[in-house]
């Protein structure tokens, strides 16, 4: 009679990796000529982020006065488009930092392109409310340094600069973690380069010999980096509600902003990690790196936060109706019922109905119905931010000043140019460092091992109790 062995944890690698066969898989886009679908997808991104770039010399050249805004609807796709690139960021830093501090194995396989996408998307974010000016020359005016301008002093009680140290902070310390996570990558891809790429590698590795001291000083900068990331996480997204909470505005002027902000962040940030990596895996190979249980989990955490920004929704429709307060209930009535009702239930159908498929196993586990579906939380979550700035703007205290806001085809260019810029980004990344961890992805597969053989040896002493007391 022989005791049942302890099951093992689905593996997070599948075919059976050697440690060389890791190292091979990872390094290859690197090294290899780009594959065709890769060259289109460059050139197609490079397309849309020159018609944006035009769009954005328009703007400068002609001023805001090309955008469709008016007295009423001061705030249309450019707060939209920030809110929503802000929004999208969040994820690499909670994949990187918060699943890091709670030993969660199965981030590595996503981790380092949620990571990059941070990045990416902050740059995107950037460039509506430098543009939103009117003179982006004179942006230098939103920073507080000495000088003689006298009045002109920035404002700190204004949220719009608590913007502005919060997304600095944030984009800072993603990008030093992005980066220290790359190191001992950029060292492997060092050691099989020749030539110009060694010596290019040999800087952006800062000399990594792979000693004990060095790995010793790695995991303890990665450790106190992810430990400032995780507020921040939590902080940019409720600062940046705060651009709407502490108004007056019926609509904005609620406590349940800073919350609900941070869980649709998190929310629409999955979504888009989802979307690249579900591309990624394909045009890259990495099926066996970038499994389905890496995007289940990742569904789990969309399932969750979708939940959590469907109670929000409710939440705000119960409160203005429980509150007796008529232009708060003028404002969601308006929203749901209002000239812009078909954006409200878009984002009601995309973002609460659609991620209630991931109850069923079966869908959480399908790549077709995933990324199906992160598309869908993108577009959602697009018409979340405008649900919230166009519709609440379009309705204000005076009949008399009503009105209705569609974006010009400037608008439409710049929003369409920074989803050019971060594809074009993300796809340079993609040449230039291992889109997966490998270093992290090793140490997971000794972790396994590890595992394996400990779980094993229990069985065996097990067994042979039994076989002991039985004699």
């Not at 918060?98 to 740059?123: H, S």
């Not at 000239?339 to 959480?364: D, E, H, T």
């Amino acid at each position: 009679m022989h005791a049942p062995v302890a099951p093992v944890r689905t593996s997070l690698i599948e075919g059976h990796k050697s440690y060389h066969d890791i190292t091979e898989d990872l390094c290859a886009p690197t090294e290899k000529a780009p594959s065709l679908s890769w060259i289109i997808a460059f050139i197609i991104s490079i397309a849309t982020m020159s018609f944006g770039l035009f769009s954005l010399a328009w703007t400068i050249w002609f001023g805001i006065g090309s955008w469709n805004l008016n007295r009423t609807i001061g705030w249309g796709y450019d707060i939209t488009n920030f809110v929503w690139w802000i929004g999208i960021g969040h994820a690499g830093t909670l994949i990187s930092a918060i699943l890091l501090l709670f030993r969660q194995k199965w981030r590595t396989g996503v981790n380092r392109a949620a990571e990059a996408m941070t990045i990416f998307a902050v740059v995107c974010a950037g460039l509506f409310p430098a543009t939103h000016t009117g003179r982006p020359w004179f942006d230098f005016f939103m920073f507080p340094y000495p000088n003689t301008r006298g009045p002109l002093w920035v404002n700190f009680n204004s949220p719009l600069l608590w913007d502005l140290f919060a997304i600095s902070t944030y984009f800072t310390v993603s990008l030093l973690f992005w980066y220290t996570g790359l190191v001992p990558d950029f060292a492997t891809v060092r050691d099989r380069a020749v030539g110009f790429r060694k010596k290019l590698y040999n800087v952006l590795s800062f000399g990594w010999t792979g000693s004990a001291k060095h790995w010793q000083r790695w995991e303890a900068l990665c450790l106190v980096l992810a430990g400032l990331a995780t507020p921040l996480v939590l902080s940019v997204h409720t600062i940046v509600s705060f651009d709407f909470a502490t108004s007056v505005i019926p609509g904005w002027h609620t406590t349940i902003f800073p919350p609900y902000f941070v869980a649709g962040a998190i929310f629409s940030g999955f979504a888009m990690v989802l979307t690249l990596m579900i591309i990624t895996r394909k045009i890259l190979n990495l099926q066996e790196y970038i499994t389905i249980n890496h995007i289940e989990s990742m569904n789990k955490v969309i399932l969750l936060t979708g939940t959590i920004v469907g109670v929000a929704y409710l939440t705000e429709l119960f409160i203005a109706w429980y509150s007796g307060y008529l232009y708060e209930q003028f404002a969601f009535f308006n929203r749901a019922m209002g000239i812009y009702w078909w954006a409200y239930f878009g984002m009601m159908a995309c973002n609460v109905l659609s991620p209630q498929i991931f109850w069923i196993k079966k869908y959480r586990r399908s790549i077709y119905i995933t990324f199906l579906m992160s598309i869908f939380v993108n577009i959602g979550m697009w018409f979340e931010r405008f649900v919230i700035i166009a519709t609440t703007l379009a309705r204000d205290y005076l009949p008399s000043s009503w009105s209705y806001y569609t974006p010009t085809w400037v608008e439409i260019g710049i929003f369409i140019g920074t989803l050019g810029i971060f594809f074009t980004l993300y796809l340079l990344f993609t040449r230039l460092a291992p889109v997966v961890a490998v270093a992290e992805v090793k140490h997971i597969l000794k972790s396994a091992g590890d595992q394996y053989i400990g779980e094993r040896a229990k069985g065996t002493q097990g067994s042979e109790a039994i076989h002991e007391s039985a004699h």
